[in-house]
């Protein structure tokens, strides 16, 4: 039976390192060997494993394999790939890595000093009795704004409507900014729905990015990684909103935070 190799993971050779089934085996090292009345059944079964072997074409591709597998026998990459790939690709993911280490603490930062922005705003310009008031605006806006979202992820891909959205609350941050100063109670409002609800939706936003850019071995090794940069960005986030809070005020936050976003 005709078959042909197909991209190979690195750990998959070893399952084709020895096929057994009844009278029909297929050895990387020794070829393979078979009795009539079995190759279409045991082609069938090789073509099962991951789509790696296929029927369709002359034994050249066994033979591709082959060679394939002496390239990857240390585990070192994938199928078809030379080193200037295998260069090119680790670059790729350092920078990835590096785009999501960063990313994971500007956001984990902004939800730390975001909360401290929203309660210290709200609570120097409306009195505490009105919190009840303002948790069932928030439940009802973040209803809303989960539903504006759904509709916007049927016409956006992700890549394109986070980053849009982040870009839009760092300029919703700034306006709040210069508005403080006329309608300080209006702007303790719109910082409190602004945070309550979007913060937690971008967070969410960056994560879907972030599955979408690694593939699932890397994600496996990476994520750890990167929500532990996220809990030290918080820390530092905590730590540089003390330090603007105490020396230029609350209201000064809020310029820090569009530059998180």
């Known amino acids: 039976v005709p078959i042909r190799a197909f991209p190979l993971q690195s750990g998959y050779e070893k399952v084709l390192g020895t096929l057994v089934e009844g009278r029909h ?3 990387p090292e020794t070829g393979w ?11 069938r079964r090789i073509n099962g494993i991951h789509g790696i072997l296929r029927p369709g074409t ?12 002496k390239r990857t026998a240390n585990g070192s990459g994938r199928v078809g790939e030379g080193k200037d790939d295998m260069s090119s690709r680790k ?4 920078r990835l890595m590096a785009l999501a280490l960063a990313g994971a603490a500007a956001v984990t930062a902004q939800i730390v000093s975001g ?6 705003l709200f609570l120097t310009s409306l009195d505490y ?7 069932i605006a928030t439940s009802v806006f973040s209803l809303l704004l989960v539903a504006l979202n759904t509709r916007a992820a049927r016409r956006l891909a992700p890549s394109t409507l986070v980053p849009s959205a982040f870009v839009a609350s760092g300029v919703l941050f700034l306006l709040e900014w210069l508005v403080r100063p006329l309608a ?9 729905l602004h945070i309550s609800c979007g913060g937690p939706l971008l967070a969410s936003g960056f994560w879907l990015v ?13 994520f750890g990684q990167i929500a532990g940069m996220g809990t030290l960005g918080g820390l530092a986030g905590a730590i540089i909103a003390e330090r603007i809070g105490a020396t230029l005020g609350a209201p000064a936050l809020l310029p820090f935070l569009a530059v998180l976003q």
């Open 25 to 27: 085996w297929l050895s």
């Open 33 to 43: 060997s078979s009795l009539p009345h079995s190759r279409a059944r045991n082609a």
């Open 58 to 69: 002359s034994a050249a591709g066994f033979a591709g394999f082959r060679r394939v597998h």
């Open 91 to 94: 670059q790729d993911e350092s």
């Open 115 to 120: 909360k401290a922005t929203r309660d210290a």
């Open 129 to 135: 009795t009105t919190l009840p008031t303002m948790l």
């Open 184 to 192: 300080p109670v209006s702007t303790a409002v719109s910082v409190y």
């Open 210 to 222: 972030s599955t979408e850019r690694f593939d699932p071995y890397t994600a496996k090794r990476r």
